[in-house]
């Protein structure tokens, strides 16, 4: 079967809706994910769905296919990504698909093949996916998988509630942005003992208020305004799978999730003295600084939800933290990500220290911090335009460390002793995506305008869409 090669991404799978995908090339995608599960030795999937148009229509399609390649399904029906990889061990399944495009636009759709627990495919093994789709080699079951559907949100939740001990009554904005944590987390959070007030929490999967990205400064403001017109303590956005997650304090700021990291990690270091905490590029600096001050020792890896996963079965490490604010508390809960769980771990973190989160942190070291911003380059330039822009780099910058190579992965970090910024091509979009920061507005200012100036000098890029990209305009 013809299909886009560059869906196939470095770690899921997310195409334009009746351009790159529709229920022919899904049922063909669940054949080729079940004849690789039974090659070994799995015979059992949960398949879930986030809130998007045609997430429930794809979702049978590739149950069906899986089941034609002798996959026993289980469809839990709409729920957030955290609650599928939960199931996974609730349900003793380590096959499964998860159907949503995470936070590209409406238009968009995809899926996450689970092949292990907590797992899912990454690099070489999307690309035996699309070969397989591609060459058709799908093996047809005697005997079709059986196929149930199962209500796994109550046991979910219970199962959270067990863990966490919250004895603060937080009043919470929850804004999803018309996305499926909306019918969601209100109900987690009252259950946990929360006042919620509920914000654009109705599903509307054409996503009128724009794409659900906790990372875009349009979402971050609209929460800080309604977290200052409730006076809430706390305010929380979310993605359309939910795995991520953005975060406004009780004074109305704004604060980036690679901050939230060091927050979590001094929280993990209390329960595991000297452990390692991962922490990915687009990290600021106060990251590493904060998990050396409690004793913990950091490292740093690439960006990519499923490459820390994968490499944090070698190191081992207690906690892994994203700027994109994805979180995985691996020694405390399981090695995936879960909105659920690091909203729920935030709020019992402050419980537990008496202090608000703007309190937490202002105990932090101070960076002026840009969002993660991305700008437009199309899929099949952008790995070349990252190369000839690294080579500049090292040029302008001779007094800075370099991080390149496998730990940056698809881009490239430089470290000075006052500032850091960071340029790499995204795997989720045809993007280039920018991190900057220094510790004077003089030092921030000079990184942007230099940043500015060097990306503008690329044809290749294309600035008339993007995300925060008025940052640099």
Not at 15 to 33: C, F, M, Q, S, Y
Not at 159 to 175: E, G, H, Q, S, Y
Not at 405 to 420: H, T
Request: with cysteine; net charge negative; charged share 25%.
């Amino acid at each position: 079967m013809k299909v886009n090669p560059y869906i196939f991404r470095g770690y899921d799978l997310r195409g334009v809706v009746d351009k790159d995908l529709n229920p022919e090339i899904v049922e063909h995608l669940g054949r080729a994910h079940g004849t690789l599960l039974k090659k070994s030795g799995i015979t059992k999937a949960v398949v879930g769905y986030d809130c998007r148009r045609t997430s429930k229509e794809y979702a049978d399609a590739i149950i069906k296919g899986l089941a034609w390649a002798g996959i026993d399904c289980i469809n839990i029906g709409m729920n957030l990504v955290g609650t599928f990889y939960w199931s996974q061990y609730y349900l003793n399944a380590k096959g499964g698909v998860f159907v949503t495009a995470s936070h590209n636009p409406a238009q968009y759709n995809g899926f996450k093949f689970a092949n292990d627990f907590s797992e899912t495919l990454v690099s070489a093994g999307m690309q035996e996916l699309r070969k397989t789709v591609e060459d058709e080699s799908y093996q047809k079951s005697e005997v079709p998988g059986k196929i149930i559907k199962q209500d796994v949100r109550e046991a979910y939740f219970d199962d959270l509630a067990k863990r966490f001990t919250i004895t603060k009554k937080f009043k919470v904005v929850v804004d999803p942005t018309n996305s499926t944590a909306g019918v969601i987390m209100p109900d987690l959070l009252r259950k946990m003992g929360c006042e919620v007030i509920e914000s654009n929490c109705n599903i509307d999967p054409k996503f009128p208020l724009g794409t659900p990205d906790p990372t875009e400064t349009i979402v971050a403001e609209r929460l800080k305004k309604k977290v200052l017109e409730e006076k809430a303590d706390i305010g929380f956005s979310y993605d359309p799978d939910g795995d991520r997650i953005g975060i406004v304090d009780e004074k109305g700021t704004i604060i980036w999730n690679d901050v939230l990291v060091a927050l979590f990690a001094i929280d993990v270091l209390n329960s595991h003295p000297g452990d390692k905490i991962m922490f990915n590029i687009l990290c600021s600096k106060v990251v590493e600084e904060t998990i050396k001050k409690y004793g913990g020792t950091p490292f740093m890896w690439r960006v990519g939800h499923s490459f820390l996963k994968k490499k944090n079965q070698e190191i081992k490490a207690a906690f892994i933290g994203e700027l994109s604010g994805h979180f995985f508390f691996s020694k405390d809960f399981y090695n995936h990500d879960d909105g659920a769980y690091s909203t729920l771990r935030l709020l019992q973190y402050l419980s537990r220290t008496k202090q608000t989160l703007h309190e937490a942190v202002e105990a932090l070291p101070q960076y002026i911090s840009s969002a993660e911003i991305k700008v437009g380059c199309a899929d099949e330039l952008k790995a070349k335009l990252i190369d000839e822009i690294t080579k500049k780099l090292k040029i302008d910058w001779p007094q800075a460390e370099i991080i390149e190579g496998e730990s940056a992965g698809d881009g490239v970090r430089l470290n000075m002793e006052d500032s850091m910024f960071v340029v790499r091509y995204s795997q989720n979009g045809p993007y280039l995506t920018v991190k900057f920061e220094a510790n004077t507005e003089e030092k921030y200012r000079e990184l942007r305008d230099y940043i500015s100036k060097l990306l503008h000098g690329y044809l290749e890029i294309d600035w008339t869409f993007g995300v925060n990209v008025e940052s640099l305009k």
